[in-house]
């Protein structure tokens, strides 16, 4: 047996004045005794009670002394009525909300974790705008989706604009409850520190290693599961009012060759580019100059260019010929066939059990 309660939710407004006009008829008042009493304007009480004007501090303390109702619940008649107009004016714009929630997959957003479920569309518009912390749409919109916002996403039209945002908006808060434990950047280190990283590629260890010396010189790494319809495979970005670089991968493709490659592509962009630009690494096939340059940075961090080519002139490429070489360089032979396929010299169905697939605790 199923029970139902029936929740009383009325769709009027209550006006603040509607409770004086009806203490004005208990007491047997007119509206110019209570000019009087107060010391304001016969005009001025009949506007208030009809919500032509507001019941301001002052007011409120009139109010309080002549119905011996403290100043505080005349505040808080005020201020229901207030913020009961804007959450209206949000439902009065449908068009406009389900435009917004369409940038979002709201149920897998859920089922990460990131906000609570919802009864109708008004309850996920706030708990979204909660999240990003936000005071309407199109402070949303202004911050995270307009061409002109501090980050770039290339290729965004082709998955869930508000799922991307909200996969950085997590990350962000998570960088921001550890800040406080990170030295000021230091670019000198970093760099020291991805020469050492760069080795790490056969260790089994390496999460932990690589995150300490990115603390170290002050970057923040993070680790966060991508969400559903981002194509997502990391992000370069500064918190603390652009004093802390971080970087946040999501293990997108889940091999080592994809992660090792992102993870250096994103260091680029904290090596090189300015404070207050995010960018988004988004696989789609449209990358501009600077990603393509990104890319090859990532790529001879990886592998140096002159042994590469060293390697390609024996033009010798078995699994046994790729493994003596990742061995001779100190890589994991995944990251050797990824770049391979890559560049086009086997395909992308050879020899990938030679990849470490990475998961999720």
Known sequence: MTSRTNEYAPNYLVLP?????????VHRMSQKELALRTGVTSKHI???????????????????MIFDYPAEMWLNFQNA????????KKEEEPEKNAEFLSEFDYNNLVKAKYIPPAKND????????????????????????????????????TVKRGNIAAWIRYGQSAANKTINEYPRYDKNELIKALDVIKELTVSDDFQGKMTELYK???????????LPKTAISGAAY?????????????????????FWFTFFHEAYHILEHHEKTMFVDIYNGEKDDIERTADVYSADKLIAP?????????????????????????????????????????????????KLKMTWK
Not at 17 to 25: A, S
Not at 131 to 157: D, L, T
Not at 308 to 326: C, E, M, N, P, Q
């Open 46 to 64: 009949n506007k208030v009670i009809k919500g032509g004007a507001r019941i301001t501090p002052g007011f409120a303390c009139s109010l309080g």
């Open 17 to 25: 004045g509607d409770h004086i006009g009806e203490l004005l008829e």
């Open 122 to 157: 008004t309850e996920k518009i706030n708990n979204l705008l909660r999240f990003f912390k936000v005071a309407n749409i199109n402070a949303c919109r202004k911050q995270w989706f307009a061409e002109n916002a501090s980050f770039r996403m290339a290729g965004v039209r």
């Open 81 to 88: 009525y207030d913020i009961s107009i804007l959450e209206r």
């Open 238 to 258: 500064w918190v603390n009012s652009e004093k802390t670089p971080c970087i946040q991968i999501s293990l997108r493709f889940k091999s080592n060759d994809h």
């Open 216 to 226: 170290n010189a002050g970057v923040i790494l993070l680790f966060i599961k991508e």
């Open 306 to 354: 002159d042994e590469y080519r060293v390697f390609l002139a024996k033009g010798f490429f078995d699994k046994a010929s790729i493994i003596t070489f990742a061995q001779q360089i100190n890589r994991h032979p995944g990251i050797v066939v990824g770049r391979l396929q890559h560049d086009k010299h086997i395909g992308f169905n050879m020899y990938n059990e030679l």
